[in-house]
Protein backbone atom coordinates (compact mmCIF):
# COMPACT_ATOMS: atom_id res chain seq x y z
CA UNK A 1 0.00 0.00 0.00
CA UNK A 2 1.72 3.25 -1.04
CA UNK A 3 2.23 5.74 1.83
CA UNK A 4 0.94 9.27 1.90
CA UNK A 5 3.43 12.24 2.40
CA UNK A 6 3.73 13.37 5.46
CA UNK A 7 3.05 16.72 7.29
CA UNK A 8 7.21 17.69 7.22
CA UNK A 9 6.50 16.47 3.61
CA UNK A 10 4.28 19.07 2.69
CA UNK A 11 6.17 21.25 4.05
CA UNK A 12 9.62 20.61 2.49
CA UNK A 13 7.32 20.97 -0.94
CA UNK A 14 5.62 24.17 -0.23
CA UNK A 15 9.12 25.76 0.96
CA UNK A 16 10.83 24.32 -2.51
CA UNK A 17 7.65 26.04 -4.33
CA UNK A 18 7.99 29.23 -2.56
CA UNK A 19 11.99 29.74 -3.14
CA UNK A 20 11.56 28.74 -6.75
CA UNK A 21 8.91 31.54 -6.93
CA UNK A 22 11.00 34.14 -5.40
CA UNK A 23 14.06 33.04 -7.70
CA UNK A 24 11.84 33.28 -10.91
CA UNK A 25 10.88 37.31 -9.35
CA UNK A 26 14.37 37.98 -8.72
CA UNK A 27 15.19 37.16 -12.31
CA UNK A 28 12.34 39.13 -13.58
CA UNK A 29 13.26 41.73 -11.69
CA UNK A 30 16.91 41.81 -12.98
CA UNK A 31 15.97 41.67 -16.34
CA UNK A 32 13.63 44.31 -16.44
CA UNK A 33 16.09 46.52 -14.65
CA UNK A 34 18.57 45.36 -17.59
CA UNK A 35 16.19 46.36 -19.85
CA UNK A 36 15.29 49.78 -18.46
CA UNK A 37 19.13 50.49 -17.93
CA UNK A 38 19.49 49.73 -21.93
CA UNK A 39 16.82 51.67 -22.85
CA UNK A 40 17.76 54.49 -20.84
CA UNK A 41 21.17 54.30 -22.79
CA UNK A 42 19.17 54.04 -25.90
CA UNK A 43 17.29 57.10 -25.17
CA UNK A 44 20.54 58.87 -24.08
CA UNK A 45 22.12 57.89 -27.50
CA UNK A 46 19.12 59.02 -29.17
CA UNK A 47 19.19 62.57 -27.85
CA UNK A 48 23.14 62.82 -28.80
CA UNK A 49 22.19 61.72 -32.49
CA UNK A 50 19.33 63.84 -32.80
CA UNK A 51 21.77 67.04 -31.37
CA UNK A 52 24.13 66.20 -34.21
CA UNK A 53 21.65 65.36 -36.75
CA UNK A 54 19.62 68.21 -36.15
CA UNK A 55 19.95 69.80 -39.36
CA UNK A 56 19.32 67.08 -41.30
CA UNK A 57 16.64 65.93 -39.42
CA UNK A 58 14.81 69.21 -40.04
CA UNK A 59 15.40 69.31 -43.50
CA UNK A 60 15.64 66.07 -45.14
CA UNK A 61 12.00 64.31 -45.14
CA UNK A 62 13.72 60.50 -46.02
CA UNK A 63 15.91 61.13 -42.95
CA UNK A 64 13.43 62.61 -40.66
CA UNK A 65 11.22 59.54 -41.47
CA UNK A 66 13.96 57.07 -40.75
CA UNK A 67 14.42 59.44 -37.46
CA UNK A 68 10.70 58.00 -36.46
CA UNK A 69 11.52 55.02 -37.04
CA UNK A 70 14.40 54.57 -34.89
CA UNK A 71 12.54 56.26 -32.33
CA UNK A 72 9.62 53.65 -32.48
CA UNK A 73 11.89 50.87 -31.87
CA UNK A 74 13.03 52.68 -28.41
CA UNK A 75 9.69 53.48 -27.57
CA UNK A 76 10.09 57.59 -27.73
CA UNK A 77 7.67 59.85 -29.67
CA UNK A 78 9.02 63.16 -30.55
CA UNK A 79 5.46 64.45 -31.10
CA UNK A 80 4.00 63.02 -28.01
CA UNK A 81 3.93 66.75 -26.85
CA UNK A 82 5.14 70.12 -27.97
CA UNK A 83 7.06 70.55 -24.31
CA UNK A 84 10.30 69.08 -23.27
CA UNK A 85 13.39 67.92 -25.12
CA UNK A 86 12.45 66.98 -28.73
CA UNK A 87 10.27 70.04 -29.06
CA UNK A 88 13.90 71.96 -27.55
CA UNK A 89 15.93 69.70 -29.42
CA UNK A 90 14.42 69.91 -32.90
CA UNK A 91 11.46 71.57 -32.95
CA UNK A 92 9.63 69.02 -34.79
CA UNK A 93 7.12 68.82 -32.65
CA UNK A 94 5.76 72.50 -33.96
CA UNK A 95 6.44 71.52 -37.45
CA UNK A 96 4.01 68.94 -37.52
CA UNK A 97 1.27 70.96 -35.15
CA UNK A 98 1.63 73.92 -38.25
CA UNK A 99 1.25 71.07 -40.53
CA UNK A 100 -2.11 69.19 -39.18
CA UNK A 101 -3.79 72.65 -39.06
CA UNK A 102 -2.95 73.30 -42.63
CA UNK A 103 -4.19 70.48 -43.18
CA UNK A 104 -7.57 70.95 -41.35
CA UNK A 105 -7.64 74.23 -43.72
CA UNK A 106 -7.36 72.47 -46.93
CA UNK A 107 -9.67 69.53 -46.07
CA UNK A 108 -12.52 71.98 -45.01
CA UNK A 109 -11.82 74.74 -47.97
CA UNK A 110 -11.79 71.40 -50.58
CA UNK A 111 -14.77 69.58 -48.80
CA UNK A 112 -17.67 71.44 -51.01
CA UNK A 113 -15.78 70.16 -54.08
CA UNK A 114 -14.38 66.11 -53.04
CA UNK A 115 -17.48 66.11 -50.13
CA UNK A 116 -14.80 65.31 -47.23
CA UNK A 117 -12.27 62.53 -49.23
CA UNK A 118 -9.32 63.85 -51.19
CA UNK A 119 -6.46 61.97 -52.29
CA UNK A 120 -3.34 62.23 -50.19
CA UNK A 121 -0.73 62.86 -53.29
CA UNK A 122 -3.54 66.29 -53.68
CA UNK A 123 -3.16 67.28 -50.54
CA UNK A 124 0.48 66.84 -50.73
CA UNK A 125 0.51 69.09 -53.56
CA UNK A 126 -2.01 71.98 -51.78
CA UNK A 127 0.47 71.76 -48.71
CA UNK A 128 3.30 72.34 -50.79
CA UNK A 129 1.80 75.34 -52.64
CA UNK A 130 0.35 76.62 -49.30
CA UNK A 131 3.91 76.21 -47.78
CA UNK A 132 5.45 77.58 -51.01
CA UNK A 133 7.57 74.31 -50.98
CA UNK A 134 9.05 71.82 -53.13
CA UNK A 135 7.06 68.57 -53.60
CA UNK A 136 10.19 65.98 -52.18
CA UNK A 137 10.47 68.39 -49.21
CA UNK A 138 7.54 67.09 -47.75
CA UNK A 139 6.58 63.40 -48.08
CA UNK A 140 3.94 61.21 -47.13
CA UNK A 141 4.94 60.03 -44.45
CA UNK A 142 5.20 63.72 -42.91
CA UNK A 143 1.26 64.01 -43.74
CA UNK A 144 0.63 60.82 -42.08
CA UNK A 145 1.98 61.65 -38.68
CA UNK A 146 0.56 65.14 -39.07
CA UNK A 147 -3.07 63.54 -39.56
CA UNK A 148 -2.68 60.72 -36.72
CA UNK A 149 -2.57 63.69 -34.57
CA UNK A 150 -5.80 64.96 -36.22
CA UNK A 151 -7.51 62.27 -34.25
CA UNK A 152 -7.63 64.54 -30.97
CA UNK A 153 -10.50 67.04 -32.66
CA UNK A 154 -12.53 63.72 -32.94
CA UNK A 155 -13.80 64.78 -36.35
CA UNK A 156 -13.50 61.89 -38.71
CA UNK A 157 -9.70 62.64 -39.66
CA UNK A 158 -8.25 59.35 -41.19
CA UNK A 159 -6.57 57.68 -44.21
CA UNK A 160 -8.16 55.40 -46.11
CA UNK A 161 -6.61 53.17 -48.61
CA UNK A 162 -8.90 52.09 -52.09
CA UNK A 163 -6.63 50.21 -54.49
CA UNK A 164 -3.21 51.28 -54.63
CA UNK A 165 -3.93 55.04 -53.48
CA UNK A 166 -4.10 56.83 -50.33
CA UNK A 167 -7.32 58.75 -49.30
CA UNK A 168 -8.07 61.70 -46.43
CA UNK A 169 -11.17 61.40 -44.78
CA UNK A 170 -12.20 64.20 -42.92
CA UNK A 171 -15.91 64.08 -42.25
CA UNK A 172 -17.26 61.33 -39.87
CA UNK A 173 -18.67 59.13 -42.61
CA UNK A 174 -18.61 55.45 -42.63
CA UNK A 175 -17.72 53.56 -45.62
CA UNK A 176 -18.24 50.00 -46.31
CA UNK A 177 -17.24 47.23 -48.14
CA UNK A 178 -19.42 48.15 -51.22
CA UNK A 179 -18.67 51.77 -51.51
CA UNK A 180 -14.85 51.35 -50.98
CA UNK A 181 -15.75 48.75 -54.43
CA UNK A 182 -17.41 51.32 -56.12
CA UNK A 183 -14.17 53.98 -55.32
CA UNK A 184 -11.98 51.46 -56.54
CA UNK A 185 -13.93 50.92 -59.63
CA UNK A 186 -14.42 54.53 -60.41
CA UNK A 187 -10.38 54.83 -59.91
CA UNK A 188 -9.69 51.81 -62.44
CA UNK A 189 -11.65 53.39 -64.67
CA UNK A 190 -9.82 56.84 -64.34
CA UNK A 191 -6.20 54.83 -64.90
CA UNK A 192 -7.22 53.55 -67.78
CA UNK A 193 -7.76 56.47 -69.50
CA UNK A 194 -3.81 57.51 -70.19
CA UNK A 195 -4.74 59.16 -73.98
CA UNK A 196 -6.32 62.18 -72.46
CA UNK A 197 -3.62 62.22 -69.83
CA UNK A 198 -0.85 62.31 -72.52
CA UNK A 199 -2.68 65.45 -73.97
CA UNK A 200 -2.93 67.34 -70.75
CA UNK A 201 -6.44 66.69 -69.82
CA UNK A 202 -7.78 65.88 -66.49
CA UNK A 203 -10.30 63.45 -66.20
CA UNK A 204 -12.95 62.53 -63.87
CA UNK A 205 -13.37 58.76 -62.22
CA UNK A 206 -17.05 58.01 -63.01
CA UNK A 207 -19.06 54.25 -63.09
CA UNK A 208 -22.91 53.93 -63.85
CA UNK A 209 -24.92 51.56 -62.14
CA UNK A 210 -24.61 48.89 -64.99
CA UNK A 211 -20.77 48.94 -64.72
CA UNK A 212 -21.27 47.95 -61.02
CA UNK A 213 -24.01 45.50 -61.50
CA UNK A 214 -21.50 43.42 -63.41
CA UNK A 215 -18.13 44.30 -61.60
CA UNK A 216 -19.53 43.11 -58.64
CA UNK A 217 -22.51 40.67 -59.85
CA UNK A 218 -24.64 42.70 -57.47
CA UNK A 219 -28.49 43.30 -58.15
CA UNK A 220 -29.65 46.84 -59.20
CA UNK A 221 -30.94 47.58 -55.83
CA UNK A 222 -27.86 46.76 -54.36
CA UNK A 223 -25.89 48.74 -56.84
CA UNK A 224 -28.66 52.35 -56.50
CA UNK A 225 -28.21 51.76 -52.56
CA UNK A 226 -24.64 52.02 -52.62
CA UNK A 227 -24.42 54.94 -55.18
CA UNK A 228 -27.16 57.18 -53.23
CA UNK A 229 -25.58 57.03 -49.99
CA UNK A 230 -22.26 58.10 -51.73
CA UNK A 231 -24.48 60.92 -53.46
CA UNK A 232 -26.23 61.96 -50.44
CA UNK A 233 -22.92 61.86 -48.35
CA UNK A 234 -21.75 64.61 -50.86
CA UNK A 235 -18.37 61.97 -52.15
CA UNK A 236 -20.44 61.45 -55.48
CA UNK A 237 -22.11 63.93 -58.01
CA UNK A 238 -24.17 62.67 -60.81
CA UNK A 239 -24.06 63.32 -64.94
CA UNK A 240 -26.95 62.83 -66.87
CA UNK A 241 -26.18 64.52 -69.84
CA UNK A 242 -24.96 61.57 -71.91
CA UNK A 243 -26.49 60.60 -75.43
CA UNK A 244 -26.77 57.07 -74.03
CA UNK A 245 -29.50 57.84 -70.91
CA UNK A 246 -27.15 56.35 -68.45
CA UNK A 247 -26.52 58.45 -65.62
CA UNK A 248 -22.90 58.69 -64.50
CA UNK A 249 -21.72 58.96 -61.01
CA UNK A 250 -18.43 60.45 -60.68
CA UNK A 251 -16.15 60.85 -57.42
CA UNK A 252 -13.67 63.65 -57.30
CA UNK A 253 -11.94 62.35 -54.97
CA UNK A 254 -10.86 59.69 -57.40
CA UNK A 255 -9.61 62.54 -60.20
CA UNK A 256 -5.96 62.03 -61.66
CA UNK A 257 -4.42 64.66 -63.50
CA UNK A 258 -2.10 64.08 -66.17
CA UNK A 259 1.20 64.72 -64.36
CA UNK A 260 0.07 62.02 -61.48
CA UNK A 261 -0.89 59.57 -63.54
CA UNK A 262 2.56 59.94 -65.79
CA UNK A 263 4.50 60.01 -62.43
CA UNK A 264 2.78 56.32 -61.67
CA UNK A 265 3.14 55.18 -64.99
CA UNK A 266 6.58 55.88 -64.86
CA UNK A 267 7.41 54.30 -61.25
Not at 46 to 61: G, M
Not at 161 to 188: F, M, W, Y
Request: with cysteine.
Amino acid sequence: MRRRPGIAGLQNAAATRDQFRLVGENVAKVRTDVMKEQLATFRSQLEEFARKHKSDIRKNPIFRQQFHEMCAKVGVDPLASNKGVWAELLGIGDFYYELGVQIVDICIATRSHNGGLIDLLDLRKQLCQKRKATLESLSEDDCLRAISKLKVLGSGFEVISVGRRKLVRSVPTELNKDHSGILGLAQLDVSRDFNMHLVGMQTEGYVTVEQVEKEFSWSTGRAIDALETLLKDGLAMIDDGHRDGKRRYWFPCVTVSSDTTGAEARS
